[in-house]
């Protein structure tokens, strides 16, 4: 019987082990949602909709959404545009700062904000002399461009990357300009990848919860009042509705932005190519100077994040008394059970994460289980709501259940959160690999579960350790789910920094995401050494043979 045959007697393990992940993702997933959905009333219904405060919370949410995610896409293209065809100095330089700002620490955008931008800022109040604040619309707007545009960058230098340059190349020799070129042929063939990051970034956006509750102010959006209702007012049910109220367009923007995706994948492999070769034209030299200071200034401004994290925690008093101290660095050490418990829940959240869609993603690409559709569907809905309701829904499921043990809570919502993630890079790896090698390993024996230990899990160590990284990165400094869930006994160095700034405390701030940003790239420098002794070993390995 062929590898992709249903589930026998022969694949007992295989089927516990789809009768686990069947529980777990039902339990973990389904159960919540359903949990939050059934707990608003009418009259919760009726109070959200007819109140004008939420009525302006959701426009504000919604002009945020849309000029935000333009902006962030406007500059991610333009930043990968310039890498990739812009013919700059320093493009390994330029195309490096994305990927560093993409593993950072999501507060820390929002945290510099104030240091730099705030009524004390060093640049607002320090070198301009101005006593302002871009707290509200326009603070949130920089904050989250800048926390945002390194996804657009990644989608779209990775589509320029693949245009078939002879398109150009032809169109050069028939005499067309630059610029026709670009709106003509660069732009469209994009475009996919453009709408692609829109959609993906919206999503984000809508459910960013750090960059609101440090920056906003008394701007209200829908992802912080979730978060306000049930901490402020104890009001469950306005919790609920304010947060169907974000999943609603979140779900039909990650599904169109699915269903374009896949659309796409077949007209970007037949223009695309499997290297970048240069077009054999060269670029005019205003187009050079303006992409080089398009990238250069991008490049300062997430620099200067890193830079005012620094300076932060070695300032007495920011924006007052720059007389450089320790004493920021020497609280720290009351930080030690924040600290222990953000990285081991993020390891182990980012464990359980990988392992489940490695095992969904073998499952539903390399069998026919008749639950696969399920499995498929689930795994990716958590891509489709709000943290911050997940966060809610995590919290109202396990009172139901009379389970209040919020380390297990806390390392499920990280792993559940970024389940979506891993599940695609995963289920891509595993789309890929040729069946004719379960079909073989079956001919002699095998069972299903040892196909998947001695020929799956080998030839995705690559993309599973990726889905690790990123996962563990991402989960260190998550906040918005994690925030309903933590208790005295579960402090995070998220909510600790948030805490602090919300007190005013930016040195203390400042010191602990410096050190949390340290760890989070001294463990991803040791991860990526890991990964490439592994990949050495193995290359080693199979040459031998």
């Not at 009418?42 to 000029?67: E, R, Y």
């Not at 701007?219 to 609603?248: D, H, M, N, P």
């Not at 050190?515 to 790239?521: A, K, Q, S, V």
Request: aromatic letters at 12%; one cysteine or more.
């Amino acid at each position: 019987m062929g590898s992709r045959g249903k589930i026998t007697k022969g694949s007992k393990s295989l089927a516990a082990t789809l009768i686990v992940l069947v529980a777990a993702l039902a339990l973990c997933i389904v159960f919540p949602l359903v949990s939050v959905a059934i707990t608003p009333r009418i009259s919760d219904f009726k109070s959200v909709f007819s109140s004008p405060i939420w009525k302006s919370a959701m426009k504000n949410t919604a002009l945020s959404c849309l000029a935000s995610t333009t902006l962030s896409v406007l500059i991610g293209y333009i930043f990968a545009y310039g890498v990739v065809y812009g013919e700059i100095p320093m493009k390994r330089f330029f195309s490096a700062i994305p990927l560093l700002h993409l593993v950072t620490p999501p507060f820390v955008g929002g945290l510099s904000f104030i240091l730099l931008l705030g009524r004390k800022g060093f640049i607002t109040n320090t070198l301009l002399g101005l006593d302002v604040t871009l707290y509200g619309f326009r603070g949130l707007l920089i904050a989250q461009s800048l926390c945002f545009f390194p996804l657009a960058y990644m989608i779209c230098a990775q589509a320029l990357k693949g245009i078939n340059h002879s398109l150009e190349l032809a169109a050069y020799g028939m005499g067309a300009t630059g610029a026709k070129i670009f709106w003509t042929i660069t732009l469209p063939l994009s475009f996919p990848a453009i709408v692609a990051s829109f959609l993906f970034i919206a999503v984000s956006v809508m459910s960013d919860f750090g960059n609101p509750m440090i920056v906003a102010g008394r701007y209200r959006v829908l992802a912080v009042e979730i978060y306000t209702q049930l901490t402020g007012w104890v009001k469950a049910g306005k919790s609920a509705v304010l947060g169907f109220c974000l999943v609603l367009p979140s779900a039909i923007l990650f599904f169109v932005q699915n269903r374009i995706t896949k659309k796409n994948l077949s007209r970007l492999s037949s223009v695309g190519s499997r290297g970048f070769c240069a077009t054999g034209k060269k670029r005019s030299l205003s187009s050079k100077i303006f992409l080089t200071l398009f990238c250069t200034i991008v490049s300062l401004c997430v620099l200067a994040q890193f830079a005012a994290i620094i300076a932060g925690s070695v300032q007495k008093v920011w924006g007052i008394n720059t007389t450089l101290t320790l004493s920021h660095i020497k609280t720290l050490s009351k930080c030690a059970k924040e600290l222990k418990n953000s990285v081991t829940f993020a390891l182990l959240g980012a464990f359980f994460s990988t392992m489940t869609a490695m095992i969904a993603s073998y499952i539903v690409y390399r069998t026919n289980c008749p639950l696969k559709r399920f499995i498929d569907i689930t795994c990716q809905i958590p891509a489709a709501v709000p943290g911050t309701l997940f966060g809610l829904a995590f919290s109202l499921s396990a009172s139901k259940l009379n389970f209040h043990n919020s380390k297990i809570l806390i390392v499920i919502a990280i792993a559940v959160g970024f389940l979506p993630f891993s599940y695609r890079i995963l289920s891509s790896t595993s789309s890929q690999i040729k069946m004719t090698l379960d079909d073989a390993a079956r001919s002699l024996g095998a069972n299903r579960i040892r196909v998947l230990a001695d020929i799956i899990l080998p030839l995705s160590d690559s993309a599973i350790f990726d889905s690790f990284i990123y996962d563990f990165v991402r989960g260190v400094g998550t906040m918005s789910a994690v925030i309903f869930l933590v208790s005295f006994n579960t402090p995070l160095t998220s909510i600790k920094i948030l805490n602090l700034a919300e007190q005013g405390f930016w040195g203390d701030a400042a010191a602990l995401a410096l050190l949390l940003t340290i760890i989070t790239f001294v463990i991803l420098g040791a991860g990526r050494a890991i990964g490439y002794l592994w990949r050495k070993k193995s290359w080693k390995t199979q040459k031998t043979k």
